[in-house]
Antibody, heavy 122, light 108 residues
Framework: EVQLVESGGGLIQPGRSLRLSCMTS????????MSWVRQAPGKGLEWVGF??????????KYAASVEGRFTISRDDSKSIAYLQMNSLTIEDTAVYYCVRHTCGGCYMNDYWGQGTLVTVSS | EIVLTQSPGTLSLSPGERATLSCRASQSVANNYLAWYQQKPGQAPRLLIH???RRATGLPDRFSGSGLGTDFTLTISRLEPEDFGIYYC?????????FGGGTRVEIK
């Protein structure tokens, strides 16, 4: 059974950094593109960024709203994806979802975690 | 960036009625790579439709997707009580990936 479990969320002050983790199981993690999607309270879904599998180049891409502040990485040996968030602002407050895609370079996704809430507030 | 505009914002319907949700893209979606998701409070989105018209595994056939290019539609032929929630369209044909703003389907 495919499982994605996010962790690392919480209350953080503006300007600080936070790293989210997405622990996975039930599939060969290294074969898949992984992305992060967020949802501000009461708002819609916003794609944050993705990282391709190493065999698909391992490249990353980000939404303009987080480019230069957020970094996605992966540890295929541990089956974990990470989202490093720096210079956080109040506008980054959201539930962050980890998402598995259907192949190493595919943009279509098929599994979502349950999300972890990040609250940026002083 | 492809902007997806969903309409209406809210749909108030009774169980058994037909729901028609629209998603319009600012430019053509490559390969008609358009998906629909359902989300209920406190839950992650659930994939319903991909490739504009392909149902996800196990999805009841009262759900159907159609469209191509820039205009897409999700139809629920006869609403069941469990169908109420927020529906999002999502294009994955090109990066950056984008989502529509959502349509809320509520009980009339």
């Amino acid at each position: 059974e495919v499982q994605l479990v996010e962790s690392g969320g919480g209350l953080i002050q503006p300007g600080r950094s936070l790293r989210l983790s997405c622990m996975t199981s039930g599939f060969t993690f290294g074969d898949y593109l992984m992305s992060w999607v967020r949802q501000a309270p009461g708002k819609g879904l916003e794609w944050v960024g993705f990282i391709k599998s190493k065999t698909s180049g391992g490249t990353t891409k980000y939404a303009a709203s987080v480019e230069g502040r957020f970094t996605i990485s992966r540890d295929d040996s541990k089956s974990i994806a990470y989202l490093q968030m720096n210079s956080l602002t109040i506008e980054d407050t959201a539930v962050y979802y980890c998402v598995r895609h259907t192949c190493g370079g595919c943009y279509m996704n098929d599994y979502w975690g349950q999300g972890t809430l990040v609250t940026v507030s002083s | 960036e492809i902007v997806l505009t969903q309409s209406p914002g809210t749909l108030s319907l009774s169980p058994g009625e037909r729901a028609t949700l629209s998603c319009r893209a600012s430019q053509s979606v490559a390969n008609n790579y358009l998906a629909w998701y359902q989300q209920k409070p406190g839950q992650a989105p659930r994939l319903l439709i991909h490739g504009a018209s392909r149902r996800a595994t196990g999805l009841p056939d009262r759900f159907s997707g159609s469209g191509l290019g820039t205009d897409f539609t999700l139809t629920i032929s006869r609403l069941e009580p469990e169908d109420f929630g927020i529906y999002y369209c999502h294009q994955y044909g090109s990066s950056p990936l984008t989502f529509g703003g959502g349509t809320r389907v509520e009980i009339k």
